[in-house]
């Protein structure tokens, strides 16, 4: 089972960028999905987090200006960042508590896309 994210890029400070995550692979299952961030020197952190049912849950710091949703049927996370600040800018990586069948729940993480947000 793979993470795959994709939708980093740069952009300019009030702007918009949208995340993607999709988990690839046979036969799994999906618990929890997650998008972290980690700025340069600094430890990583949990940006917003949701459910299998949607239920979601944010860091402050972005608390109304990110949104995080799911597609169950297609396996993937979405992040939409709206009025980005500088300090957004970091790595921002998924996380997935999957199961393979067959096997145990894991963490699992994708390859991290870099989001700058400057002028």
């Known amino acids: 089972v793979q993470l795959q994210a994709s939708g980093g890029g740069l952009m300019q400070p009030g702007g918009s960028l949208r995340l993607s995550c999709a988990a690839s692979?046979?036969?799994?299952?999906?618990?929890?999905m997650a998008w972290y961030r980690q700025a340069p020197g600094k430890q990583r952190e949990l940006v917003a987090r949701?459910?299998?049912?949607?239920?979601?849950n944010y860091a402050d710091t972005v608390k109304g200006r990110f949104t995080i949703s799911r597609n169950n049927a297609r396996n993937t996370v979405y992040l939409q960042m709206n009025s980005l600040k500088p300090e957004d800018t970091a790595v921002y990586y998924c996380?997935?508590?999957?199961?393979?069948?067959?096997?145990?729940?894991?963490?699992?993480w994708g390859q991290g896309t870099q989001v700058t947000v400057s002028s």
């Open positions: 996380n997935a508590d999957i199961r393979p069948y067959g096997s145990s729940w894991a963490d699992y």
């Open positions: 692979g046979s036969g799994f299952s999906i618990n929890a």
């Open positions: 949701i459910t299998p049912g949607s239920s979601t």
